[in-house]
């Protein structure tokens, strides 16, 4: 059962005491609005604080104090979920109870991770400039690299087509053009800023004494978190947003097989009343091999080499892609909106939805034995401010039934239809 302790500050530790893993695992999550002025920079901070600390000025020498940790592991990265860009960092590091002369062993750790954290490599009044001209470099190649993931690309494109106006539109590794204008100054300035008074939630999970590690944390969040002010951010609950006529969006590139994302408005918040049955709507439709679009799109129809459907749960829309040949484009697309269709009818079998309850429910047994995925189950609902276990979760999937699903079925509405298909032939 999650402890979770708020202090002063913005602060939350949420403790996961568990004596299912060798290791203790240390996540902290910093939240911040996602919005397009910022991205870019919030993007640029977790690779150049990788780059080192002040007394470990070179990645080797951080590699080898990790090394001298029993192999511990330590880095970050940026997530999003809904309107909120999440900067994520964790540490990974044995229980000291299976090493020789390991008592300060997790001590040491934290304080390893508060450097990396509050002490990074500077150079003048900001971060060392080589380190950051080549992590500026790097992430330039991560954004541009997403144009040759086509099917990453074609959802990340229906998104930014669909939610044009709103913050949900911006790509979590931020803008290519934005780059040139971020200084290492600029840039620790902003972080020092985000470190000390945006969210912050940090997750302990593995075999400790709750009590014990309780005063290590708030004795180094002294340092990271000085007293100051809390910056409050949005309402993280996804916008309702009232569907006009679809937009139909078709981009031409040098690709051999067609890209067909379709893009709804699920109307349905996270973890709200309807939030399980959009589990199961989601399962029927295109999550599992046994769903509607696998089934009748690929196998049957053979209109697909691929059909999917995913959640944006922090949104509250859904996303159907598919692999196609062009030609197929008017045939495929008529088919997939049969599958959803069939779905608000209620052409739905009891083999379908008990195949996709055990798979749900297989997925958080799987969540049970990672601590980073246990992490971020908590997160998700630490972020919309709602306690959330996962014992409740697998009852209120046990309960969901077929009228449920339909319910949920008929406020989904269809936004955005993109079609990612190669280059026309000049006559």
Do not use: W
Not at 199 to 221: K, T, Y
């Amino acid at each position: 059962m999650v402890q979770i302790r708020e202090l002063s500050g913005n602060t939350r530790i949420h403790f996961l005491p568990t004596e299912k893993f060798k290791t203790i695992s240390v996540i902290v999550y910093l939240q911040q609005q996602l919005q397009e002025e910022t991205a870019t920079a919030t993007a640029l901070i977790p690779p150049v604080l990788e780059r080192g600390t002040q007394k470990h000025p070179h990645r080797r020498d951080l590699k080898r104090t990790l090394d001298n940790l029993f192999g511990a592991s330590l880095g970050g990265d940026v997530l999003k979920k809904g309107e909120r860009q999440v900067l994520h960092f964790s540490l990974n590091m044995i229980n000291s109870k299976y090493v020789k002369d390991g008592a300060t062993l997790f001590e040491d750790g934290l304080h390893l991770l508060k450097e990396f954290l509050a002490e990074p490599v500077l150079e003048g009044n900001g971060f060392k400039r080589d380190y950051f001209n080549q992590e500026k470099e790097q992430l330039e190649k991560e954004i541009k690299s997403l144009l040759n993931d086509k099917v990453n690309y074609a959802l990340e494109r229906c998104v930014q087509h669909m939610c044009s106006d709103e913050p949900f539109s911006v790509y979590k590794y931020g803008r290519v053009e934005d780059l040139p204008g971020i200084e290492p100054d600029y840039l620790y300035d902003y972080y020092c800023q985000l470190r000390q008074s945006n969210p912050m939630d940090i997750f302990i999970i593995g075999e400790f004494d709750v009590s014990h590690v309780s005063a290590q944390l708030e004795h180094i969040l002294e340092d990271l978190r000085p007293k100051g002010e809390e910056k409050k951010l949005k309402p993280a609950a996804g916008h309702h947003v009232v569907v006009g006529e679809v937009k139909y969006v078709e981009e031409e590139l040098p690709v051999s097989q067609g890209k067909l994302t379709l893009g709804f408005r699920t109307h349905t918040p996270f973890l709200s009343e309807d939030y399980f049955p959009l589990l199961f709507y989601n399962g029927i439709l295109g999550g599992y091999p046994h769903s509607k679009l696998f089934q009748n799109v690929r196998e049957k129809a053979s209109l697909a080499y691929y059909a999917f459907s995913r959640l944006e749960k922090h949104k509250g829309i859904m996303l159907i892609g598919s692999g196609i040949e062009v030609d197929n484009y008017h045939k495929a697309l008529d088919i997939i909106r049969l599958q959803v269709e069939e779905m608000k009818k209620g052409n739905i079998s009891h083999e379908e939805m008990e195949n996709t309850r055990l798979a749900l429910l297989n997925q958080l047994r799987m969540i049970e034995d990672n601590p980073f995925s246990l992490a971020n189950f908590y997160h998700d609902g630490a972020i919309v401010e709602k306690k959330l276990s996962l014992s409740d979760f697998k009852e209120a999937l046990k309960k969901v039934r077929i009228k449920d699903v339909v319910r949920v079925a008929e406020k989904i509405q269809l936004d955005t239809v993109y079609f990612l298909r190669s280059l026309r032939k000049e006559a």
